[in-house]
């Protein structure tokens, strides 16, 4: 695939070409797309032109946004759901970005390797994320299980494999690693009510200083936490994060599961998305 097939392709399936689609009913990232990969695309709803360009991912370019897609759908919606369980992308972590997780009564972070990217970070990002989980899950392509199997044998690190035919295959389930638990790590991925509510909850109270030495002592009364308090506080709040309207949700389809589910849709934008999918 030329590169600039692939530009158009990771354009499209993004919150900022959503986001101009049912603000301004249209987007440039998106009729270029369109008018590339569908034949005939005036006499299609824009919901079967989504469904078709998807297609097309699944079939020819199983990129990132495909990956995630899969985890979410499979996973969160699949096996857990979304009273239960909470997703997050992006989430930094040291020098890392973890790709996906998922938390339930655990946290598991799932780094995403398509066979479009290289290993090369592997080991770095997979050091980042256990500083902060204890449970991670390298996804890649059954083109690359041979090699991440061997580079991975003898870790507690998961292998998910997403099959050509878009199924997620378990080959190595996760182990439980927590000796590299960090509360410095945690703390820096908390936002400031989170870490307020822990410190509220855990000590009674909190710092009684000056706003430039706030931040600097609430993290001192977070690192005195003992360390299993402190993961099971941590992961509590980031699930709280999850703020998902499972009624309106429920109508998004299939395609774009992901790209909705992190895009904090109002009543009114499931609307105007529901409006412009059946015209």
Do not use: W
Request: with cysteine.
């Amino acid at each position: 695939m030329s590169n600039a097939n692939s530009i158009l392709l990771n354009r499209f399936f993004t919150r900022n070409t959503f986001r101009q689609v049912i603000e301004d009913g249209e987007s440039p990232a998106y009729v270029a797309t369109v008018r590339k990969y569908i034949v005939d695309y005036t006499s299609k709803t824009n919901k079967e032109c989504i469904s078709e360009i998807y297609k097309h991912l699944k079939k020819e370019y199983q990129n990132e946004y495909y990956y995630k897609n899969t985890l979410l759908n499979k996973l969160l919606l699949g096996v857990h759901s979304l009273k239960t369980t909470a997703a997050l992308t992006e989430v930094p972590v040291g020098n890392s970005k973890a790709d996906f997780i998922l938390i339930n009564g655990e946290a598991v972070v799932y780094e995403i390797k398509t066979e479009l990217d290289n290993f090369d970070r592997l080991n770095g990002q997979i050091a980042d994320y256990y500083k902060a989980f204890s449970k991670v899950v390298v996804v890649t392509s059954e083109h690359n299980f041979d090699y991440i199997q061997r580079r991975l044998y003898g870790t507690p690190v998961g292998i998910c494999l997403l099959t050509r035919k878009g199924a997620l295959s378990i080959r190595k389930e996760p182990s439980e690693h927590s000796d590299m638990l960090s509360r410095t790590t945690m703390f820096r991925i908390l936002r400031k009510q989170e870490y307020e509510q822990i410190l509220l909850k855990c000590v009674g109270s909190l710092p009684d200083v000056s706003q430039f030495e706030y931040y600097r002592y609430c993290q001192a009364m977070f690192e005195s936490l003992p360390i299993d308090t402190a993961y099971n506080m941590f992961t509590q709040m980031l699930k709280l994060r999850a703020n998902i309207d499972a009624t309106e949700y429920s109508k998004i389809p299939y395609e774009l599961k992901f790209l909705i589910y992190f895009s904090n849709y109002k009543k009114s934008d499931y609307a105007k998305l529901c409006s412009f999918l059946n015209t």
